[in-house]
Nanobody
């Protein structure tokens, strides 16, 4: 069992930055690939980024490439999402998720989810 708690969301102006954190419980964090997803009002929960278990490989949705960066600290059981050059379209609830073994862009394949943190980008 893995419990995930996101933090770091808030209100920011367009062009600004935020850093989201996701703290995981348990001693098996390094055995999970981690992902970030987001859900805007009235829309589905979409893939944002994933990172492999050792942090060596990452992948991003086209909409955030070059602006967002995912990273992890296995010693601290934490995964991060650095978000730069934010746009109003980035407004959503952001969720972190854990998946055994290899990462995926498919939300249905993730085993554990956090409760989410709201990110609002004003124009």
């Amino acid at each position: 069992q893995v419990q995930l708690v996101e933090s770091g969301g808030g209100l920011v102006q367009a062009g600004g930055s935020l850093r989201l954190s996701c703290a995981a419980s348990g001693r098996t964090f390094s055995t999970y690939a981690m992902g970030w997803f987001r859900q805007a009002p009235g829309k589905e929960r979409d893939f944002v980024a994933w990172i492999t278990r050792n942090g060596g490989v990452t992948d991003y949705a086209d909409s955030v490439k070059g602006r967002f960066a995912i990273s992890r600290d296995n010693a601290e059981n934490t995964v991060y999402l650095q978000m730069n050059s934010l746009k109003p379209d980035d407004t959503a609830v952001y969720y972190c998720a854990a998946k055994r073994d290899v990462p995926s862009i498919r939300r249905a394949q993730y085993d554990y989810w956090g409760q989410g943190t709201q990110v609002t980008v004003s124009s």
